[in-house]
T-cell receptor, first 113, second 109 residues
């Protein structure tokens, strides 16, 4: 693989179900991020990780959890999905958490019914 | 609070020039980014400004005035493929990106 990948591409989920969105990068970037993008709103940061083994909360962390066991993977888990979590989810990475550009994965379109 | 403002939509003609403005109020400033996002795709990096002035990169230029909390993205010699949303984002004092809602640019022949 080259760059950053996400899986699944899209998913329809029943409310109350647990779901993990996967994100993998092969650029050896230290920092990784999860955003959600909703119509009419800017990208909003859910959680981030500045380096393997550490994570932090972004602007809208409630209902989501993350882990960063290694450099390459940064999964996002919805413990009990609700309809308001219907969104497009983007994973991104950057060399450091400073002023470097972020590279984005192709996104996961999630619908919670 | 933190706020990034940019126009919702703009229309321009193929071959022309368009300027997309962005104003911001954030807690701290560690640079301003512009990204392009085609419909249904991921954002891709266009430019980064941390000092005042103009940064030119081919047909695209980006300007920053930190004292005014203002930036613009200038696109020259517009092509149909430039039809996309353009996202302005500011890196705040915590090195987190604060994103504007994006400007949808429509190019007409």
């Amino acid at each position: 693989i080259a760059g950053i990948t996400q899986a699944p591409t899209s998913q329809i989920l029943a409310a109350g179900r647990r779901m993990t969105l996967r994100c993998t990068q092969d650029m050896r970037h230290n920092a990784m991020y999860w955003y959600r993008q909703d119509l009419g709103l800017g990208l909003r940061l859910i959680h981030y990780s500045n380096t393997a083994g550490t994570t932090g909360k972004g602007e809208v962390p409630d209902g989501y959890s993350v882990s960063r066991a290694n450099t390459d993977d940064f999964p996002l888990t919805l413990a009990s999905a609700v309809p308001s979590q219907t969104s497009v989810y983007f994973c991104a990475s950057s060399g450091t958490s400073g002023g470097n550009e972020q590279f984005f994965g192709p996104g996961t379109r999630l619908t919670v019914l | 609070g933190q706020n990034i403002d940019q126009p919702t939509e703009m229309t321009a003609t193929e071959g022309a020039i368009v300027q997309i403005n962005c104003t911001y109020q954030t807690s701290g400033f560690n640079g301003l980014f512009w990204y392009q996002q085609h419909a249904g795709e991921a954002p891709t990096f266009l430019s980064y400004n941390v000092l005042d002035g103009l940064e030119e990169k081919g047909r695209f230029s980006s300007f920053l005035s930190r004292s005014k909390g203002y930036s613009y993205l200038l696109l020259k010699e517009l092509q149909m493929k430039d039809s996309a949303s353009y996202l302005c984002a500011v890196m705040d004092s915590n090195y987190q990106l604060i994103w504007g809602a994006g400007t949808k640019l429509i190019i007409k022949p």
